[in-house]
């Protein structure tokens, strides 16, 4: 049974362009969150997501940023025109629902 | 969000000694408590759940306490050895409007030298 599967594991954009991150969560897990770690501060909840629903997206940026986890593929988180502040690592989990979460090895977004 | 704190921030020990750390959550609608340990290129791994006020823990010389009325947890680790090194990271629940989010504290830095 694989793990949570992340990709691209490093990703390098110019400000302005488009980041999209990939996380496709452990076989029969239906909820997913997305979490950002930036230098020196810990793990920063961003959003939880069902099939289809977002469930809480109380820590998503207001603009740029967006996730789906649709009922087919991975969960996407999309951030849009990049700044430099947006470099950080951005970690997925998965669980099956109400339990431990199962972490991916997360993805490096750096802004150029 | 709520905050989640956890002291020390870092703590460095010799093999053989035991040591503890907390958590420190809002005590108000209380739902759950994780413990993860986070080990340098890897990723977060879960020790516990908690969900019971007196709740008690234990993984190998791991442990952990829960006190959801005055909100704060203990981890202990008994004979800390150096592959015990990592960060500790403490995540609570508790639920709102807007659903079950964990949130985590900023973590326990141990490390642990022969």
């Not at chain 1, 990703?11 to 302005?16: A, D, T």
């Not at chain 1, 990939?22 to 961003?46: A, I, N």
């Not at chain 2, 959801?68 to 202990?76: A, I, R």
Request: glycine share 8%.
């Amino acid at each position: 049974n694989a793990g949570v599967m992340q990709n691209p594991r490093h990703l390098v954009r110019r400000r302005g362009q488009e980041a999209r991150l990939r996380c496709s969560p452990m076989k029969g897990h239906s909820h997913v969150y997305w979490y950002r770690q930036l230098p020196e501060e810990g793990l920063k909840f961003m959003v939880y997501l069902q099939k289809e629903n977002i469930i809480d997206e109380s820590g998503m940026p207001k603009e740029r940023f967006s996730a789906e986890f649709p009922k087919e593929g991975p969960s996407i988180l999309r951030i849009q025109q990049v700044v430099r502040g947006d470099s950080a690592a951005y970690f997925c989990a998965s669980s099956p629902g109400g339990e431990k979460l199962f972490f991916g090895s997360g993805t490096q977004l750096s802004v150029l | 969000i709520l905050n989640v704190e956890q002291s020390p921030q870092s703590l460095h020990v010799q093999e053989g000694d035991s040591t503890n750390f907390t958590c420190s959550f809002p005590s108000s609608n209380f739902y759950a408590l994780h413990w993860y340990r986070w080990e340098t290129a890897k990723s977060p791994e879960a020790l516990f759940v908690m969900t019971l006020n007196g709740d008690e823990k234990k993984k190998g010389r791991i442990s952990a306490t829960l006190n959801t009325k005055e909100g704060y947890s203990y981890l202990y680790i008994k004979g800390s050895q150096p592959e015990d090194s990592a960060t500790y990271l403490c995540a609570f629940i508790q639920p709102s409007n807007s659903g079950y989010a964990l949130n985590f504290g900023k973590g326990t830095s141990l490390l642990v030298t022969p």
